[in-house]
């Protein structure tokens, strides 16, 4: 009995301590953040009605899950940054738990102290968890299912093949990579193919799942069908070991260089106890190994096709299943000296890249200034044309400070879907702009109230163009801010006065 007690004070301890410094870490000048675009859409559209939410989504190719949690938590405390971003960290910190759990329970207390200590300090999952999307969950859900899945095929209980069902369609419903986890189960399903009740259980799961997942699926088609992916480039191996990177030290997009030493280092130590780790685990947990490598493989395969490979942000459904082989080669290492001072280097190399991002942190500057510019200069009634990709991060910052301005966007077809630019698709076709161009002011003419102004707020000039040599032919402009001086050019445009001479 003392021994019981001592060891689930002993785990009690590890996750209470892993949960502070995750914590401690994440909240970190919390109030210092602002959204930037993908998250201001996300605070846009969640904060719409339901219907109005969807409809949007559907337009964004993004999935609902995420945003109808997102939904209720703005209901219940508003739309401030700092609100908004608390629920990525609960989401964060739910992670850090999982993780810790899944780790002593499957494979032993260290190793669940070692994973949970990776997610705890890992810079991408930091990153993750301090942003209003929806990643950090799809993380949470995916692996939690694949918990429930193992569970259910050992056990044969209805209730975990109802519980592996529910984060299933959690999981499909957070994002497109979502749908890899009942591709998953099936592979692995097929691995215990002997065992009948389990193939027969998972097969009348699975029909559920579709049931559930039925009503999305005409805005999956069209999402899949219609919505391009701009940013995305054909995918190499070359990505897919950037996951494997990423991982290692940090996000591409927001932590400052990590030298080049540290960099390899960190890689190689990972790499290697990624291998071990895969070993030890393959022949007792097929589960974990093919959920570390089908997605990644799946999302490969399927780039050749079209581009859904993302490189530090897709992948992150399987960073967990990263983490938990990693600290399983670690405590593979013998002796206990060795494995103790490969863990140590490996988390105080890790402790750079994470300096790093808290301080880029610290001194990141904030994405409201045109906001703010607008507030301060503009009236109500004032028109705001908002170019390319400029519009979400704006409109949510002149939205929850209830600025009374009329908004559209250019091209014109952005005001469907506000978060993504075909930016290729539009300048091939050069004649398509002009029109838009004459249409959006010829209607802004007759909004224009006599002493009211124009705002231009200027991305992307080769779209914008267009639209902007026509406002500078038949409006008086002046210059509110160039390229440098905020996140983008602004110009301000009134209408031209008409001389008795004329």
Known sequence: MLRSFLTRTHLSVGLLSLLLVAAALRLWSIDAHSLWLDEAFSAIAAARPLPEMLEMLRHDSAQPFYHLILHYWIGWGGMAETHLVRLSVIVGLMLV???????????????????GLLVA???????????????????????????????????????????????AVMAMYTHLYGLFVPLIAAVFVWLRRRDRAAVRA??????????????????????????QTPHLDRTTLLDV??????????????????????????????????????????????????FL???????????FVTPVYF???????????????????????????????????????????????????????PRNDIADLIVKQGKEGDIVILTGLSRPPIQYYLDKVGQRVIMHSYPRGLEQHIAWIDRAHLTAHPDALVQDAEALIAHVEQELRPDGRVWLVYSHPDVSDPLRRRLDARMAMTVAARQGELSYPVFVYRKKRVTSGQ
Do not use: N
């Open 241 to 290: 070991g950037r996951s494997f990177y990423y991982f290692s030290f940090g996000q591409p997009l927001s932590v400052a260089a990590t030298s080049h030493p540290i960099r390899w280092m960190l890689s190689l130590i990972f790499s290697g106890l990624l291998v071990l780790g895969l070993h030890a685990v393959w022949r007792r947990r097929p589960a974990w190994v093919l």
């Open 293 to 303: 490598i089908l997605p990644l493989s799946l999302g490969y395969l399927i780039s």
């Open 311 to 365: 490189s530090g942000r897709y992948d992150m459904m399987v960073f967990p299943v990263w983490a938990l082989l990693v600290a399983a080669g670690l405590t593979a290492v013998k002796p206990l000296i060795l494995q103790r001072v490969i863990g140590l280097t490996a988390i105080g190399l890790t402790l750079w890249p994470l300096s790093l991002y808290l301080r880029a942190v610290a001194h990141d500057a």
């Open 121 to 167: 300090l890992s810079p991408i999952h930091l990153f993750y968890s301090r942003q209003v999307r929806m990643y950090g969950l799809l993380a949470v859900v995916s692996v939690a299912a694949m918990v429930a899945l193992e569970r259910a095929c050992e056990r044969g209980r209805w209730r975990d093949w109802l519980g592996y069902g529910m984060l």
């Open 97 to 115: 738990g999982l993780v810790y759990g899944i780790g002593t329970a499957d494979f032993s207390r260290p190793a669940g102290l070692y994973a």
């Open 202 to 227: 998972a097969l009348y799961c699975h029909l559920g799942i579709l049931a559930v997942y039925t009503p999305w699926l005409p805005s999956l088609w069209y999402q899949v069908s219609g919505h």
